[in-house]
């Protein structure tokens, strides 16, 4: 008597939310983790000074990938020759970081919208039987570093808004400040608004597009 | 003839510590040997990732606001994960982390909040560096253990 009266009813509980579900599992808003992410993303591809003026061929995704790797997370996921020799065993000397593959592939795919084209890896990157090994000496020839690469800076999020299709559009402004040797304090030294649009796929926010909406100061 | 006994056993002591082999040397290894003056701990099993890191650093943003927030027993009840993002403080260098064995991570860096000056031109009002302790838990969400803002130097 007591199972057939519960039966119904959680029949019925599991009717009324199972549409809830549907939607929101379809188009969820970004939690904070994610929003942070995401701010850090456009502010490292502000760092690199990287625009999507046009497509990357697959030289130039293979590189800007790694650069973006580099800059972006190098000491939270570089693997180096020093602490992992097993893992460089057999592998020529001059290559001497290591990244997981799935995490090159990811950024690839997520930030700059393309596929890695193992026959057509950049200069100085070597793919292996679970990553990408790096020559370190030989990518960061070509990488024009300059002193405001250091500078403290941020990526403040003025709006973000959630259309309807579930594209995300964040907005804001890049900053960057240089210590001011007369007064002592820290002053704007660069700065520049920011639009970008990004999809859900597969559980990860793809970049669909990134424009300084405004010409750059600094 | 007391104070000669002392100064005797002074001196000896003095011979003995000038002349133990090593014994400058293990003084200097051990004040470079981290932030804790200790030996550096073995590197966990499970590093931090960037997002555990981006969400450490947010919280000090919002700690540093936040002076209520900053009390043990505030802090035992927060959920990083959960604060919002304070739009102009941000916490650079980023990656200035160090494993402290037992799953706590010691968190070392600069805090800044952007102001517009009375010049009418974008600065840094604040800043401050800080010193935060955090714990990541057995479900491997994250627990600020200690948050400490000394005051600057310059």
């Known amino acids: 008597m007591t199972k057939k009266a519960i039966f119904p ?43 999507f003026s046009r497509p990357l061929d697959a030289h130039e995704l293979c590189d800007v990938t790694l650069r973006f790797l580099i800059r972006n997370q190098f000491m939270h996921s570089a693997a180096f020759r020093e602490d992992q020799p097993a893992r460089f065993a057999n592998i020529p000397e001059n290559y001497n970081v290591f990244f997981d593959k ?11 919208n393309g596929w890695i084209d193992q026959n057509a890896l950049c200069p100085g990157v070597f793919l292996g039987a679970s990553g990408y090994y790096v020559d370190m000496e030989r990518l960061h020839r070509d990488i024009s570093i300059n002193d405001d690469t250091f500078l403290p800076g941020y990526a403040a999020v003025e709006s973000l808004q959630q259309q309807d299709d579930g594209t995300l559009i964040i907005s804001g402004k890049f900053r960057r400040f240089k210590l001011n040797e007369d007064s002592g304090k820290e002053i704007l030294w660069g700065a520049a608004p920011f639009m ?21 100061m600094g | 003839m007391q104070k000669n006994i002392r100064r005797l056993l002074l001196i000896f002591l ?7 082999p090593n014994l400058p040397v293990k003084f200097c290894q051990e004040a470079l040997a981290g932030p804790m003056g200790m030996d550096e701990p073995s590197p ?34 927060l959920d990083p994960t959960a604060l919002d993002i304070p739009r102009d403080i941000f916490v650079d260098p980023p990656n200035d982390f160090f494993y402290n064995g037992d799953d706590i991570w010691i968190f070392e860096g600069m805090v800044r909040k952007m102001a517009v000056q009375s010049d009418g031109i ?7 560096s800080f010193h935060m302790q955090a714990k ?16 600057l130097d310059r």
């Open chain 2, 136 to 151: 990541r838990q057995a479900d491997g969400t994250f627990r600020i253990v200690s948050i400490h803002f000394p005051p």
């Open chain 1, 9 to 51: 009813l959680v029949l019925a509980i599991l009717l009324a939310v199972a549409p809830v579900q549907t939607v929101s599992a379809a188009q969820p808003s970004p939690d904070t983790r994610e929003v942070l992410h995401l701010r850090q993303t456009l502010f490292t591809l502000w760092q690199m000074g990287f625009s």
């Open chain 2, 44 to 77: 966990p099993e499970h590093p931090l990732t960037l997002d555990e890191r981006l969400v450490l650093q947010n919280a000090v943003s919002v700690l540093w606001q936040d002076t209520a927030l900053q009390k043990p027993e505030a802090l035992q009840a």
């Open chain 2, 14 to 20: 003095l011979g003995v510590l000038s002349f133990t």
């Open chain 1, 102 to 112: 799935a995490l090159v592939e990811q950024i690839a795919r997520y930030v700059f």
């Open chain 1, 196 to 216: 970008a649009r990004f999809v859900r796929e597969d559980g990860q926010w793809r970049l669909v597009s990134f424009i300084i909406t405004e010409e750059a």
């Open chain 2, 122 to 128: 974008e600065g840094i009002s604040k800043m401050q």
